[in-house]
């Protein structure tokens, strides 16, 4: 079964400062990857998504991730952090033993962003 | 195009009522999928549905039924509220790639 952790509940930074969002997924066959970003009371947004090519994905907001299969990896950055970037985030894999119809997500983390 | 459609957005259940969560999608797509949120849990599946007339268990099935009659339907229903299903709930529904899944804007559930 495929599984997702996210480093970190909580991760605090400055405006202007870099954004690292820590994601690790365990899949026994090339996963597609997401990213979600969630502000208080609203909805899912997709930031990027990893199927296939690139590894490199860019995402809305200047957001981006890198797939990197030796770590089992897909952590989100975004260089400058601003304050409307305070929300949560969450990272989340493809289900194969759903046939691809579900994701399976991390517990999330929420970004902090001082000024 | 409207995409899925939640609704209530928000309701407020008395321990042992029922209700049923709504969504419906208008993009075709063949499957469809219900998740709760609950703070430090992340998103868990609870059923989900690849076809009409076909259905599944997620990861927290327990006191939730689904049915899928229809392409464009996938209602949630609690038969006898718990205030353990106080929950925000996403319906979400996708094409057979897999590589896109869009989701509801969510209906915010408590039981008291």
């Known amino acids: 079964a495929q599984s997702v952790t996210q480093l970190g509940s909580h991760v605090s930074v400055s405006e202007g400062a870099l954004v690292l969002l820590r994601c690790n997924y365990s899949s026994s066959v090339p996963p597609y990857l997401f990213w979600y970003v969630q502000y208080p009371n609203q909805g899912l947004q997709l930031l990027l998504k990893?199927?296939?090519?690139?590894?490199l994905v860019k995402g809305i907001n200047g957001f981006e991730a890198e797939f990197k299969k030796s770590e089992t990896s897909f952590h989100l950055t975004k260089p400058s952090a601003h304050m409307s970037d305070a929300a949560e985030y969450f990272c989340a894999v493809i289900n194969m033993n759903s046939g691809y119809s579900t994701l399976t997500f991390g517990k999330g983390t929420m970004l902090l962003v001082s000024p | 195009n409207a995409g899925v459609t939640q609704t209530p957005k928000f309701q407020v259940l008395k321990t042992g009522q029922s209700m049923t969560l709504q969504c419906a999608q208008d993009m075709n797509h063949e499957y469809m999928s219900w998740y709760r949120q609950d703070p430090g849990m992340g998103l868990r599946l609870i059923h989900y549905s690849v076809g009409a007339g076909i259905t599944d268990q997620g990861e927290v099935p327990n006191g939730y039924n689904v049915s899928r009659s229809t392409t464009e339907d996938f209602p949630l229903r609690l038969l006898s509220a718990a205030p353990s299903q106080t929950s925000v709930y996403f319906c979400?529904?996708?094409?057979?790639?897999?590589?896109?899944?869009?989701f509801g804007e969510g209906s915010w559930l408590t039981v008291v």
């Open positions: 979400a529904s996708s094409p057979p790639t897999g590589n896109t899944i869009y």
């Open positions: 990893y199927t296939t090519g690139a590894t």
